[in-house]
C-alpha cells in the first residue's frame, strides 16, 4: 500500500458491528475483532457512520490491548454524528437511537469528524483515511456541489493531516468508479477503497478504474466483495443487492455464478471473496463480518484451493467479463 500502510489481503469490514440491520452484542463484536487478530487480519476498516460511532468505538476497545504497529485501521470522513434524541426508527440501515449522520464536506466538518474518531478509536493515528460516499450515486443533482467542496475543502484537509503524520495515507471510499475517476486528474490520492464494483458479479462498471490505477500505481480496497449479501451464501444467492431488494435479472446472473461453483463443489461466497485478489492493482479485499463464525468463515473461505476450470467456465458463460483477470 501506499506511504508504507500494510494491509492483509482479508480485511474486517466493520459495518456490521455498527448494528447494521440488526444489533449486534457487544461480547458478539468483541469475539469476532478477537478471532479476526487470532487468524491473522490486521486491517480493520471503519466508519462514524456506522452505528454513528458503535463500529469505531467497539473496534478501538477490542483493539487497546494490541500494540499499534501491529494493526492497520482505516476510517472515513463526510459526515458529522450529532445528538438527536428524537430518533427511534433507521432509515439509514443502522440500528441505534439518539443520534443521526450528516454530510459535511468542509474544512472543519473533516476535522471535527476526524478528530472524534481518534476519541472513539482510543488511537493517535490513523493509517488510512478515505473521504466517504461522494458521487452521485449518493448526492444524485447535489453531485457537482458536493464535489466540488470535496476538491476545495475535504480533500486538501484530510492532505494537510496526512502530511502532519495524523494519518498515513488518503484515498476514497465509495461505491461507483465515476467520481474516482473524476478525483483522479485534480487529486492525488494514495489508495481507494471501491463498494461493490469490482466484484465476481460486476466488473464492467469498474473497467476505467482498475485500469487507471494499475497505471498510475494506486492501489485498490475492494469492499462488498458479496454485493451487500448477494454473494454471501455458500449455497445460492442472497435476497439483496446495492442494499435493496435485488431485481430478477440480477438474482438470475447469481444463479448461474453458484451452478457453476456448484459443478466444482466451490462455497460460492468463497469464489465471491478470492476474485477481486487477482487483479494486480487490487491490494486487499474487506468483508463485513459480525461475529466470531462469519470471521471463521470468511478464513476458510480464504484458503479454499478453487480450480482454474472455474474461472475459465465462467468467462466462457459471459458470467465474468472477457477482459477480467482471472485468480490462478
Not at 8 to 34: C, H, M
Not at 299 to 310: D, F, G, H, N, Y
Request: charged share 20%.
Amino acid at each position: 500500500m501506499a506511504h508504507g500502510v500494510s494491509v492483509s489481503p482479508l480485511a474486517f469490514g466493520g459495518a456490521p458491528l455498527g448494528n447494521l440491520y440488526a444489533p449486534v452484542s457487544e461480547a458478539d463484536a468483541r469475539s469476532a475483532i478477537d478471532e479476526a487478530v487470532a487468524h491473522g487480519i490486521r486491517y480493520f476498516d471503519t466508519a462514524p457512520f456506522y452505528g454513528h460511532g458503535l463500529s469505531e468505538s467497539r473496534i478501538g476497545r477490542a483493539l487497546a490491548g494490541h500494540p499499534r504497529a501491529s494493526f492497520t485501521v482505516s476510517t472515513k470522513v463526510g459526515r458529522l454524528i450529532l445528538d438527536d434524541d428524537s430518533r427511534r426508527e433507521f432509515p439509514d440501515g443502522f440500528a441505534v437511537q439518539g443520534s443521526r449522520a450528516v454530510f459535511d464536506y468542509s474544512r472543519e466538518g473533516v476535522q471535527r469528524s476526524f478528530e472524534s474518531s481518534l476519541e472513539r478509536l482510543g488511537v493517535d493515528y490513523v493509517d488510512i483515511l478515505y473521504l466517504h460516499d461522494i458521487g452521485r450515486m449518493t448526492h444524485g443533482e447535489r453531485h457537482p456541489e458536493v464535489l466540488q467542496m470535496a476538491l476545495d475543502e475535504a480533500l486538501p484537509a484530510m492532505a494537510a493531516l496526512r502530511d502532519s503524520g495524523a494519518v498515513g495515507a488518503i484515498g476514497l471510499g465509495v461505491n461507483e468508479q465515476e467520481v474516482c475517476l473524476e478525483v483522479l486528474p485534480r487529486f492525488d490520492l494514495d489508495c481507494i477503497m471501491l463498494a461493490g464494483r469490482y466484484t465476481l458479479l460486476e466488473q464492467r462498471n469498474a473497467t476505467g478504474l482498475m485500469e487507471r490505477a494499475q497505471t498510475r500505481g494506486i492501489p485498490i480496497v475492494v469492499a462488498g466483495p458479496y454485493n451487500s449479501g448477494l454473494l454471501a451464501g455458500a449455497a445460492g444467492p442472497g435476497e439483496t443487492y446495492n442494499y435493496a431488494p435485488v431485481d430478477e435479472s440480477t438474482r438470475e446472473r447469481a444463479r448461474s455464478i453458484y451452478e457453476e461453483c456448484a459443478a466444482e463443489q466451490i462455497d460460492g461466497g468463497a469464489a465471491a471473496l478470492q476474485f477481486p485478489l487477482a487483479h494486480p492493482a487490487v491490494a486487499c479485499v474487506v468483508a463485513g463480518m459480525r461475529s466470531a463464525a462469519e470471521v471463521s468463515s470468511a478464513v476458510k473461505r480464504m484458503e479454499t484451493r478453487i480450480p482454474a476450470a472455474l474461472w475459465y467456465r465462467m468467462q466462457r458463460r459471459g458470467l465474468v467479463d472477457a477482459t477480467a483477470v482471472l485468480p490462478r
